[in-house]
């Protein structure tokens, strides 16, 4: 699977968009794009995923360049809740199903 | 509805103690993985059943390490004669299908068990 790389932390006031960027320079063609996060003292929790279009569901939009390249997550109005480490996945279809986590993106939102 | 819980919550064990870690998937749900975390990293793959067959231990990190899930429902990650290095959070995942079908491939994860050897 893909390599990814993730900013290690970043910060969003309360009630703005959180963007966290994701690159993912050696993804191949029939690669997903999987988006996690992981609120101190719980499981990872799912957010979104795509292959080559943008998605957007009651959680997130993600939004994936034309050359798969990288992405950005769009949080649109974070809220203190949000304040998580996110992690950037690319899994291939028919392979184990296993995740491979990186170190992920640690993001404070602040009041 | 209920997720995916996992007990104990919390464990501490002595060096050379082995240890057993549960796991109750969501009713139903095909495939089940373990996950090991160290603190501050990302969680580590460690195994994967379809059911109850083990199609994947490549992450099991020793021969210490041993997973099983005879009824295909309920998993046990059990660890012998535990070494500091073991010191991490266990986490539980579960996903409706085989791993084949990718759109309904989420994968739902426990709270996880923390354990600390001594």
């Known amino acids: 699977d893909a390599k990814t790389t993730q900013p290690t932390s970043m910060d969003c006031a309360e009630g703005r968009a959180a963007n966290l960027p994701c690159n993912h320079s050696t993804i191949s063609g029939n690669e997903y794009v999987y988006w996690y996060r992981q609120i101190h003292s719980q499981g990872p929790q799912y957010i979104i995923h795509g292959l080559k279009n943008n998605e957007t569901n009651e959680m997130a939009s993600l939004i994936i360049t034309e050359d798969r390249k990288s992405s950005t997550l769009i949080l649109p109005h974070a809220t203190l809740r949000d304040t998580a480490v996110y992690y950037c996945?690319?899994?291939?279809?028919?392979?184990?199903?296993?995740?491979?986590f990186g170190q992920g993106t640690t993001l404070q939102v602040k009041p | 509805g209920a997720g995916v819980s996992q007990s104990p919550r919390y464990k501490v064990a002595k060096r050379g103690q082995d240890v057993a870690l549960r796991c109750d998937p969501i009713?139903?749900?095909?495939?089940l993985f373990w996950y090991q975390q160290a603190l501050g990293q990302g969680p580590e793959f460690l195994t994967y059943?379809?059911?109850?067959?083990?199609?994947?231990k490549s992450g099991l990190p020793s021969d210490r390490f041993f997973a099983e899930r005879p009824e295909g429902s309920v998993s046990t990650l059990k660890i012998q004669r535990t070494q500091q290095e073991d010191s991490a959070v266990y986490l539980c995942?579960?996903?409706?299908?085989?791993?084949?079908?990718?759109?309904?491939?989420?994968?739902?994860f426990g709270p996880g068990t923390r354990l600390t050897v001594l």
């Open positions: 009713s139903g749900h095909v495939s």
């Open positions: 996945i690319v899994r291939v279809e028919g392979n184990t199903g296993k995740l491979i």
């Open positions: 059943f379809q059911n109850e067959a083990q199609l994947d």
């Open positions: 995942a579960s996903s409706l299908v085989g791993t084949s079908i990718l759109q309904l491939d989420t994968q739902y």
